[in-house]
């Protein structure tokens, strides 16, 4: 089996504290780490937006990485500043002026490359190799934009985390941030060999857009459900959870994430004279959240809530260990890390209905309709009220874990789709 090229270049271009743990940037650095000690032929590689080539890096991992699983082990003083190479529409000002601003910049980025020891990195031809990436499509979109210019074929596996931006049924009156993704995830669909999903609900997603027109054809699709695995880590633990039982939410705001479910609940518990839990926030600050907790209607519970910003890997270990339970309102996810981490620790879940929360949490989360908080309220209720019940949950969850998904086998479906890409490319050539 040829080599396969393993894509780090969403943590050499994301690799600031406020990304380092997101959804994203987890899965590219647990199933890195996967790959890292598989024993498989894997290089890995970052896309230099100064250089506008790839270079093969000696990521660092375990212990020795500051994220505690893996990163591309490159100073982070270097890491570059993003500009997009393409776009979906046309603009006279923006076409006349964009080459000096992007000129400017890659001068930028040179200087920032200054910081890359001499010898940490070589250049790497990707020309008829195998790449997977599993980074956001617009940074894909960008260096298959200045590969296809400088003629090389890259034999582009990626794998595609959600469609949420498509969602509505009008796509004339589409903003910014919805054309630029729809932009570059046909960039990313056009280039592939074979395209990679996050659950069955992601490809069946991908399909339905494919088919309505939104997107183009597809080649093959393979979905690779992502992990329930929470992996320790040796990071400080410096921010911990109340000593009271709590609720946590993993990266919840308001709108798709549905933070207003969990707090008009709490409001609801108050109201009837049960028990209100203190319900811990963990990720990043969002000034969005922070005013909708200002706001109105709230009061009752506003002291309830306690925020853990920007937890590490072993901090958010400790918070699921700890947690009453955690509550997943989401009305829509990809897969939802948050609810398989909460089960693999055996934490309580209490997760929505929607199709893809049931993909991971199957028989071992309790479910609620993300538009009725009162449900919701009567089930954190019960956790807190009935010992035994939550005693015998407990254990139940504690029996299920060896049937849960490791990142291992996450890494393992990879390999297993390249080496059918691996014999595909042979036959062709």
């Known amino acids: 089996m040829a080599a396969v090229y393993y894509d780090l270049s969403e943590q ?9 743990y997101y959804g994203i940037a987890r899965t590219v650095m647990e199933v ?8 498989a032929d894997v290089r890995f590689v970052i896309f230099s937006p100064a250089h506008e080539r790839f270079f093969e890096v000696n990521p660092r991992i375990g212990s020795l990485s500051p994220t505690g699983i893996l990163d591309p082990g490159l100073p982070r003083a270097a890491t570059p500043k993003r500009m997009r190479y393409s776009f979906p529409t046309q603009s006279r000002l923006r076409d006349a002026i964009y080459p000096a601003v992007q000129w400017t910049v890659r001068k930028m ?50 794998l595609l985390h959600d469609m949420f931006p498509l969602y509505g049924s009008d796509h004339v009156r589409q903003g910014t941030f919805t054309r630029n993704f729809l932009h570059d995830n046909k960039i990313v669909i056009r280039h592939a060999e074979r395209l990679l999903s996050n659950s069955e609900f992601t490809k069946a997603e991908i399909e339905r857009f494919s088919a309505l027109g939104h997107l183009p054809a597809l080649p093959p699709i393979v979905a ?17 959870g109340p000593t009271e039982p709590y609720l946590l939410g993993v990266g919840t705001m308001t709108g798709r994430k549905n933070l207003e479910c969990v707090l008009n609940a709490m409001v609801y518990l108050r109201v009837t004279g049960r028990p209100v839990p203190v319900f811990v926030l963990a990720g ?17 519970i506003r002291s309830r809530i306690h925020f853990a910003l920007n937890p590490n890997q072993a901090e958010l270990c400790k918070l699921y260990e700890n947690a009453l339970a955690l509550v997943i309102p989401s009305r829509m996810e990809g897969w939802g890390l948050p609810l398989g981490e909460a089960l693999w620790m055996g934490t309580p879940a209490l997760a929505s209905n929607a199709p893809v929360l049931k993909e991971v949490g199957g028989d071992l989360a ?3 309709d993300p538009d009725d908080p009162t449900a919701l309220a009567d089930k954190i209720d019960k956790l807190q009220s009935d010992p035994e019940g939550y005693s015998a949950l407990k254990t139940r969850l504690a029996a299920a874990r060896p049937r849960l998904r490791p ?21 062709v050539h």
Do not use: C
Request: aromatic residues 8%; without cysteine.
């Open 12 to 20: 050499f271009l994301a690799s600031g504290v406020k990304f380092k």
């Open 32 to 39: 890195g780490y996967e790959l890292a000690v598989s024993g």
């Open 109 to 158: 980025n040179l200087k920032r490359w200054r910081n890359v020891p001499e010898g940490m990195v070589k250049e790497v031809d990707l020309d008829g190799q195998i790449l997977v990436s599993l980074g956001r499509p617009k940074i894909m979109a960008d260096y298959l934009t200045v590969m296809d210019k400088a003629g090389v074929k890259i034999r582009l596996n990626p």
């Open 224 to 240: 690779i459900p992502l992990s329930h695995e929470m992996r320790p880590t040796d990071e400080p633990i410096v921010q911990t």
């Open 284 to 300: 990043a600050h969002r000034k969005r959240t922070e005013a909708y907790i200002k706001g109105p209607g709230l009061s009752s």
């Open 366 to 368: 309790e479910y609620f």
């Open 407 to 427: 990142w291992k086998d996450v890494a393992q479906d990879i390999l297993a789709a390249t080496e059918t890409t691996n014999e595909a490319g042979a036959k």
